[in-house]
T-cell receptor, first 113, second 110 residues
Framework: DAGVIQSPRHEVTEMGQEVTLRCKPISGHNSLFWYRQTMMRGLELLIY????????DSGMPEDRFSAKMPNASFSTLKIQPSEPRDSAVYFCASRPPISSEQYFGPGTRLTVT | GDSVTQMEGPVTLSEEAFLTINCTYTATGYPSLFWYVQYPGEGLQLLLKATKADDKGSNKGFEATYRKETTSFHLEKGSVQVSDSAVYFCALSRDDKIIFGKGTRLHILP
């Protein structure tokens, strides 16, 4: 059974460029979460969706960040323009209905130079 | 607001030593409690959970008991292995979200 799939696994880009991170949740899961992990701030929730609808985006750091979930099997997190301080590991997680457990993907390591 | 506090690391132990990682929480009501583990280069994985007071979660030799009176959920293992080296996160559920502690890095020496 496939877990949460994220792509790319590693991304290196220059400051000012647009970055798009992708996530495919586990089939049948109806909630999706985007997190950012850094040494300084630990694990931060950026945004989450229920049934493809954004519920809470209060963790999105600023307008440069946006997330979409056009259907139940795909979500994107976009940073435009990217800055060096955006360098982090970005995780996607999904959750099945009537459960509090989240299942994490392997993460995307983003480096902005 | 709700929060989770866990002991700072890194924690370094020899193989076969006894492990305790302390975790306390602040929350209204009765949240579910979790321990997640993150191995190098990977995402977080659920290690164990407990959904109500006095429940004991267990998995892979790890245990934690939901203590409402002390608002704690300490992680224990009787004999650690090198393969247990990872970062461990204590967490609680609140509404639709999970609130994570800052993580405790564990190093096991052979």
């Amino acid at each position: 059974d496939a877990g949460v799939i994220q792509s790319p696994r590693h991304e290196v880009t220059e400051m000012g460029q647009e970055v798009t991170l992708r996530c495919k949740p586990i089939s049948g899961h109806n909630s999706l979460f985007w997190y950012r992990q850094t040494m300084m701030r630990g694990l931060e929730l950026l945004i989450y969706f229920n049934n493809n609808v954004p519920i809470d985006d209060s963790g999105m750091p600023e307008d440069r960040f946006s997330a979409k979930m056009p259907n139940a099997s795909f979500s994107t997190l976009k940073i435009q323009p990217s800055e060096p301080r955006d360098s982090a590991v970005y995780f996607c997680a999904s959750r099945p209905p009537i459960s509090s457990e989240q299942y994490f993907g392997p993460g995307t390591r983003l480096t902005v130079t | 607001g709700d929060s989770v506090t866990q002991m700072e690391g890194p924690v370094t132990l020899s193989e076969e030593a006894f492990l305790t990682i302390n975790c306390t929480y602040t929350a209204t009501g009765y949240p579910s409690l979790f321990w997640y583990v993150q191995y190098p280069g990977e995402g977080l994985q659920l290690l164990l959970k407990a959904t109500k007071a006095d429940d004991k979660g267990s998995n892979k030799g790890f245990e934690a008991t939901y203590r409402k009176e002390t608002t704690s959920f300490h992680l224990e293992k009787g004999s650690v292995q090198v393969s247990d080296s990872a970062v461990y996160f204590c967490a609680l559920s609140r509404d639709d979200k999970i609130i994570f502690g800052k993580g405790t890095r564990l190093h096991i020496l052979p």
